[in-house]
Nanobody, 127 residues
Framework: QVQLVESGGGLVQAGVSLTLSCAAS????????VGWFRQAPGEEREFVAA????????YYADFVKGRFTLSRDNAKKTAYLQMNSLKLADTAVYYC????????????????????WGQGTQVIVSS
């Protein structure tokens, strides 16, 4: 069983930066595929960024490329999502998730690849 706790969300103005954290308990963090997803009001949950296990590649949704950076500290069992140049459209609840299965690493952009989810942290970007 893995528990995930996100933090770092808040109300910010457009153009500023914010860093979200995702702390995990249980297991070996380096073995997890780590993903960030978000869900805006009235919208479906969408992929934001993902990091494959054991130093594998990192992937980003097109709408965050160049603005968001996913990093992870496996020793601290924590993943981060550095968000720069925030836009109004980035307003959403952000969720981190980890995948433990083989296919988690094969399809890291799919929500179905993830086994455990955090409770989410709200990010509101204002003008």
């Amino acid at each position: 069983q893995v528990q995930l706790v996100e933090s770092g969300g808040g109300l910010v103005q457009a153009g500023v930066s914010l860093t979200l954290s995702c702390a995990a308990s249980g297991g070996t963090f380096s073995n997890y595929v780590v993903g960030w997803f978000r869900q805006a009001p009235g919208e479906e949950r969408e992929f934001v960024a993902a990091s494959k296990r054991n130093g594998g590649s990192t992937y980003y949704a097109d709408f965050v490329k160049g603005r968001f950076t996913l990093s992870r500290d496996n020793a601290k069992k924590t993943a981060y999502l550095q968000m720069n140049s925030l836009k109004l459209a980035d307003t959403a609840v952000y969720y981190c998730a980890v995948g433990l299965r083989g296919d988690s690493n094969s399809y890291p952009t799919l929500s179905a690849s993830y086994d455990y989810w955090g409770q989410g942290t709200q990010v509101i970007v204002s003008s």
